[in-house]
Nanobody
Framework: QVQVVESGGGLVQPGGSLRLSCAAS????????MGWYRQAPGKQRELVAT???????NYADSTKGRFTISRDNAKKTVYLQMNSLKPEDTAVYYC?????????WGQGTQVTVSS
């Protein structure tokens, strides 16, 4: 079982920025596809962004141009830089790890965008 721990959430004003971090265990971190998902109250969990082992990224239309996903294999960490935040970005953000049949989720970190 891969252990996944998110950090970096909090309260930010509209237009502000936050950086989320996700640390994952395992000696083969470099092979994982890492992703960020979010779930707002009363809504289904949705994709935010993913990055595969080769560094190819994929973003939801709602986050393109504002969010950037990146990874540091030496630190076994993936980041989500969130800029120009909007109230509709408010949600619990979850980190996801995938490799073949391996899949793990973190417990989530709350991001609240409000004035």
């Amino acid at each position: 079982q891969v252990q996944v721990v998110e950090s970096g959430g909090g309260l930010v004003q509209p237009g502000g920025s936050l950086r989320l971090s996700c640390a994952a265990s395992g000696s083969i971190f470099r092979l994982y596809t890492m992703g960020w998902y979010r779930q707002a109250p009363g809504k289904q969990r949705e994709l935010v962004a993913t990055i595969n082992s080769g560094g190819t990224t994929n973003y939801a239309d709602s986050t393109k141009g504002r969010f950037t996903i990146s990874r540091d294999n030496a630190k076994k960490t993936v980041y989500l830089q969130m800029n120009s935040l909007k109230p509709e970005d408010t949600a619990v953000y979850y980190c996801n790890v995938r490799l073949g049949t391996i899949e793990s989720w973190g417990q989530g970190t709350q991001v609240t965008v409000s004035s």
